[in-house]
């Protein structure tokens, strides 16, 4: 059933996975969102149209309930062809019935105790309006070393100036002051996800985004939220820079995208 008022914590089966399934309960502050939910097995939900979609499911999902979502799918396919992340369990069973025309495994890590590390050479800190350009460069070079996309620069100034009005977004400073890391947190509930994590190839093997991500976590905890980020599951230099730092990988969910 298709359900607006949606309250995921009274989904009983869901609440073990709520960290996993973070994007899910941001979708719930869209005003456009689409979910369809039998409020125990499964969880189908896009904030708007052209984003993508979030499947929860329950472990060991019975044939009947994965041919419901199955069936489902194609009133989130409004243009066509859709991102989908799910668990790997109900990707095979999509997989034999549509044209899937990418594959990504995106990992899952939470933090409950930080480790002690060497801390890079530099300083945390807030951006200014003196890194505007610097920042907008990184965000273009992040958009193309991970989706591909070719951010227009007007457009990634307009991103700048949402970080540096946010009091969640933060950066690595060298000894001579110059951004060389960035990284922010996003809040729902108990959670804090970081994400916008990028140091530039020039930068990296220095330890900045192994520090920075550090002195973010410790804030983090300092605030009673669990820490959680998603990672490139087969990329194992950022996963165990992740894992030197204290957090524990929980598997990975399957990102991909279908064609009708």
Known sequence: MQDKDLNLLEIENFVKDKYKFHILFKIMQSNERLIYTD????IIARSAVDYPVWIWTVDEISKEKIHEVINLLDLFLEKDEVIITCKEELYHEINELYNVATYFELGFLTC????????????FDRPNYSDKIA???????L????NNMEIPFTNALMEVDNWLSSDKFYVWRNGMGKVVSIASYSVLGDQAKISHVYTPPEERHKGYSKSLVHTLTEKILEQDLIPLLYTNYNYSISNE????????????LINFQIKR
């Open 39 to 42: 409020h125990e097995n499964y």
């Open 112 to 123: 409950k105790k930080l480790n002690t590390i060497k801390m890079s050479r530099g300083y």
């Open 135 to 141: 920042l907008a460069t990184f965000w273009r070079d």
């Open 143 to 146: 958009c193309k070393e991970e």
């Open 241 to 252: 820079m992740y894992q030197k730092l204290g957090y524990d990988s929980k598997g990975y």
